[in-house]
């Protein structure tokens, strides 16, 4: 849900939940509110919401458990910390409200959307949470490979971007800038292993590979069959094999034409990407071929192939 507040010539959006009057009684607290107050701009664990409070570690857990339970806070991640997990958590939404009265319709309605769930959770209340990786135009690697996937990029982030209220920060890297730290957080890699050495690093996380041989082909563990043409595309999210509380989203051909074709399934045909496999739906993971309709040379639509 969104609030919205018109401002001259632009129409803000903040991402919302509606509480009721009943559950406001246990948000009563100056406390409470000092606590979403930390958590609105980054996680914390709470000993350190505690420390920074100058709290009992015990008082902000009993905070804690009623705001987790209530969906003001959601758990985010856990780290180990002196031989034990600590929980971090961060609000769930930017703002909460209660009304009094039922919702009426509107004679102008904005056409806000809502992000689907094969999104989450690159795109978190209206916000990119994750890196955008795409190979180094220079040589790099092993194979001396020059990336020419990354404009094709472009179109993928035009189609993230409807589901964005703002974007804060830049959330792109080259493969050859991406940091230990980075690996650890959702990523969104453009591009097969030869050119982007990120999808190389989370390549056998995925359920449908990139496999080398005497060529680079496509390889499925869910049919077992293997596509080595060079307009075959993947389209695969899964989790981070580096944090498993993070996920990966792998937009990649064997060649930068299957890179266009995993590309053009995205802005052409989301919702059956979003379907899961052909054969294991469970699993979001699809292969696609490109075709060119029009005979110019250039792919400009795809069949599913799984």
């Known amino acids: 849900m969104q609030l919205i507040q018109k401002d001259r010539n632009q129409v803000l959006t903040l991402p919302a939940e509606e509480v009721s009057p009943r559950e406001l009684r246990h948000l009563n607290s100056e406390l409470v509110f000092r606590i979403a107050e930390l958590l609105k701009d980054k996680e914390l664990y709470p000993k350190q919401i ?4 100058k709290q009992h570690e015990q008082k902000i ?3 804690i458990r009623h705001m987790e339970k209530l969906g003001i806070i959601v758990q985010s991640r856990t780290e180990k910390i002196l031989g034990s997990y600590a929980k971090y958590y961060r609000l769930s939404k930017k703002a909460f409200f209660f009304r009094f009265c039922d919702y009426e319709v509107s004679p102008r309605m904005l056409d806000l959307k809502e992000p689907s769930n094969f999104f989450t959770p690159f795109v978190d ?12 135009p220079d040589p790099h690697g092993p194979d001396k490979a ?3 996937d990354g404009y094709y990029g472009i179109d993928l982030g035009l189609l993230i971007g409807t589901f964005l209220n703002y974007v804060p920060k830049p959330n792109v890297k080259l493969d050859t800038e991406v940091t230990e730290t980075d690996l650890t957080k959702n990523l969104i890699c453009i591009g097969g292993p030869i050119v982007n050495k990120v999808t190389e690093k989370v390549n056998s996380a995925l359920k449908i590979q990139f496999e080398r041989g005497e060529t680079l082909s496509i390889k499925s563990s869910i049919t077992g069959k293997s596509y080595p043409e060079d307009e075959m595309g993947v389209v695969e999210k899964a989790k981070n094999p580096f944090n498993q509380d993070s996920s990966i989203l792998v937009v990649a051909g064997k060649r930068h034409s299957g890179t266009r074709a995993a590309i053009i399934a995205m802005i052409k045909h989301f919702d059956e990407v979003a379907q899961g496999n052909r054969f294991k739906p469970e699993v979001m993971a699809r292969v696609v071929e490109g075709l060119d309709r029009d005979s110019d040379g250039i792919i400009d639509d795809v069949e599913f192939k799984e």
């Not at 505690?50 to 409070?53: E, F, I, K, M, S």
Request: no cysteine; net charge positive; aromatic share 10%.
């Open 50 to 53: 505690g420390h920074l409070l």
């Open 61 to 63: 857990y009993y905070h």
């Open 146 to 148: 020059r990336s020419r």
């Open 125 to 136: 209340n209206g916000v990119l949470n994750a890196i955008i990786i795409t190979g180094s």
